[in-house]
Structures are given as C-alpha cells and as structure tokens.
C-alpha cells in the first residue's frame, strides 16, 4: 500500500461501501450542504490517481430499486452465482462440500431439475420461518422488563461482526443479523446503535391494521440523532408505496411534549391533529421497528436511560 492512506482490504473480489453525510438539520440549506459534500467523492483504480477519472453520480431517490432477496429456487440461483465468482475463504470449505448435494460446485453450472428446484423452493421458505421465528418472535431483550430487543446472542455480537465466537461460528446469529440488515457494522455502539421492536408492551405482534404509540422520553443519549423506522415483516424492508417509512429528531415539523418528549403514532391513519408525528402501516400484515441512535452515548448503554414500549392505542 503507499503511504498516507488508509487501506480497507477486502475478502472478495467484488465489494461495495456505504457513505453518510449527516447533516447538522434537515433544513434545505444543510442538505445542499450534505448534497455537495458527498459529490466530493471520487472513486477510481489506484493506476489513474495521477489523472483521476470524473465521477459519475447517480440520484435513485425517486427511483424504486428491488434489492430483496428472492425466497425460491433464485435464491440458490444467486448463491450459486458468488460461489462461481468469489474466492472460497477458509470458514466456507465445510460449506462448499455440502452444496456439492445440491448441485452448486464451483466451476460447474447449477441446473436443477423441475423436482429439486421445488424442493429447494420449499427448503429456503422453511429456512427463513424459521430465522423470522428466532429472530423476530423470540427475540434477545436490550432493557429488563421491556420488549425491545437485538438481533442475536451478545457474546457474538462482540465479535466486531465476524461472527467467530472462538469455540464456533455464530451462523444462527448471522442469519439473525442479515434478515434485518444488509451491512453490519465493525463494532455496534460506536458510531450507531440499533434496538428492535417486534411486540407492543402486552406482548402482540405489531400488525399494520392496529394503532400504536411510542412515547420517545426527552434526553435521547445522542450526539447526532435519533430515528424510527417502520419495516414490512414480509420483506425486511421498507413497507412498499408508503408515504413515509421514518420520522426522525432532525425533522423539526415533529410536534414535541412539553416535558420534550415526543409521541409517534403508527396506524393505517393518523390521529386528528398528529399528522406530523405519525407514520402510516398497512392493514393485511405485520411489520417491525428500529430505533436508531446516531452517536449513541453512555445512558444507553448503563440503561439509565431506556425506551418504553410501544403501546396499543384505539
């Protein structure tokens, strides 16, 4: 590597980064600010540093993008595709053997017949009942007596994500951790922390058609901020065509208490009045919470300062 440069060597051939810009406001001139920052960016091969290539930037906020994965036989077709491209890394060896009995080997192609694509179809489903089950239905709790929880055991957490837990490999956990995200941090609590939320405070399931409160108490232990954002159950993303997925401190058209507190509202409508503080879910399905904290500070994690449940409201 040459010298003065920060390196970020990869396991793989193929990789990608995630860059935030956090602006000090949602204001328009503070996202200009954001907007013009990241278009510093520049990305190019080592080989062109001396002429660096110009940058091409490409704004998808209105576009609609299918990421998800798909739970049937394309979902061995994909995995089959990185077993053909990426190098093969020492904890995936056992791995590799057992594919072999389902027809995914490197260097050969991956055409199941009719028969074993159904069955694998029907495997992958099974599979992910059961990570949502583990994941979402009995779920590791963050605070003592309430329903918000982590995803995963806390000894593999502190991994830094690798999920080596010493005397084994946490794929349980890992399977837990990328239902729910599609990137995991090098260490949980530094930059952000995460707490999900699956239950309302008697211990229901949250289901669209339903109409819930969260009361977010004053003093959020951040340096940044905080926000709530609403996930289909079905999908592990964003409830498609909503209006508005989030709400967050940023937003200064949130309507706060007078002790500083916040009240957010979720339902298929918002209550008369609370337009600003509600985020709309869909009847006919269930769905689950994250309330991030950007900049997490020492409250949190000694729970002097804890986040109540959700609450089921009429």
């Known amino acids: 590597m040459p010298a003065g440069h920060i390196p970020l ?15 000090k406001t949602w204001r328009a001139e503070e996202l200009a600010k954001a907007v013009a920052y990241s278009k510093q960016l520049k990305l190019y091969p080592l080989s062109q540093a001396s002429n660096p290539p110009p940058t091409r930037f490409v704004d998808l906020t209105d576009v609609v993008f299918d990421g998800l994965p798909h739970y049937d036989v394309r ?22 053997n057992l594919l072999k009995y389902i027809g995914i080997e490197k260097g050969k192609p991956f055409r199941p017949d009719a028969e074993t694509a159904g069955i694998l179809a029907s495997a992958v489903r099974e599979a992910r009942d059961w990570v949502d089950a583990r994941t979402l239905v009995a779920p590791q709790v963050y605070f003592p007596g309430k329903r918000w929880f982590t995803p995963g055991e806390p000894a593999s957490l502190k991994t830094g994500f690798t999920f080596d837990a010493g ?22 609590g530094a930059g952000t922390f995460y707490l999900f939320g699956s239950f309302d405070k008697e211990g229901g399931l949250l289901t669209g058609a339903n109409h819930y409160r969260l009361n977010v108490p004053p003093n959020v232990p951040i340096r940044q901020f905080w926000a709530l954002d609403v996930y289909d159950v079905a999908t592990g993303a964003f409830i498609r065509e909503s209006p508005r997925v989030s709400l967050c401190s940023f937003d200064e058209s949130v309507q706060k208490n007078a002790d500083g507190s916040v009240d957010i509202y979720l339902g298929p409508e918002a209550p008369t009045g609370k337009e600003a503080n509600w985020i709309p879910t869909k009847a006919g399905g269930g769905y689950f919470l994250i309330f991030r904290l950007y900049g997490p500070e020492k409250p949190l994690f000694d729970k ?9 409201v009429k």
């Open 167 to 188: 005397d084994y490999f946490a794929t349980d956990t890992r399977a837990s951790a990328y239902l729910i995200g599609f990137a995991a941090p090098k260490k949980m």
């Open 75 to 96: 979902f061995f077709e994909s995995l089959d595709r990185m077993v053909q491209i990426e190098p093969v890394q020492e904890k995936d060896k056992q791995m590799m």
């Open 304 to 312: 002097t300062w804890q986040l109540p449940d959700v609450k089921k």
């Open 9 to 23: 060597p990869l396991k793989t051939w193929q990789g990608y980064a995630l860059l935030r810009t956090v602006p």
